[in-house]
Nanobody, 126 residues
Framework: QVHLVESGGGLVQAGDSLRLSCKASGRTSSISAMAWFRQVPGKEQIFVAAVTWSGGNSYYADSVKGRFTISRDNAKNTVYLQMNSVKPEDTAVYFC???????????????????WGQGTQVTVSS
């Protein structure tokens, strides 16, 4: 089992920066990749970004490419999402997820991820 805990959410203004953290514990050696998803009320979780656990290769949704950066610190078992130039449409609950088996072709699928955090709210005011 892997336990994920997110932190770093809050209320910011458009154009500001924010960094989310996700600390993993438990059987972290089983993790192949980690990702961030986000969800607004009444809608499904959508993929934001992913990073491979060993190589640190990163992938992004088009909507955040160039503004968000995902990274991981294996020594701390932590994944980060640096959010720059945030927009009101970035407002959502952000979830961290970890996958045991992962592939680029299916990285945006929620069902690929085995473990999820509880989510952290990010609100961007205009």
């Amino acid at each position: 089992q892997v336990h994920l805990v997110e932190s770093g959410g809050g209320l910011v203004q458009a154009g500001d920066s924010l960094r989310l953290s996700c600390k993993a514990s438990g059987r972290t050696s089983s993790i192949s990749a980690m990702a961030w998803f986000r969800q607004v009320p009444g809608k499904e979780q959508i993929f934001v970004a992913a990073v491979t656990w060993s190589g640190g290769n990163s992938y992004y949704a088009d909507s955040v490419k160039g503004r968000f950066t995902i990274s991981r610190d294996n020594a701390k078992n932590t994944v980060y999402l640096q959010m720059n130039s945030v927009k009101p449409e970035d407002t959502a609950v952000y979830f961290c997820a970890a996958a045991v088996r992962w592939d680029i072709a299916t990285m945006t699928w929620r069902t690929v991820y085995d473990y999820w955090g509880q989510g952290t709210q990010v609100t961007v005011s205009s």
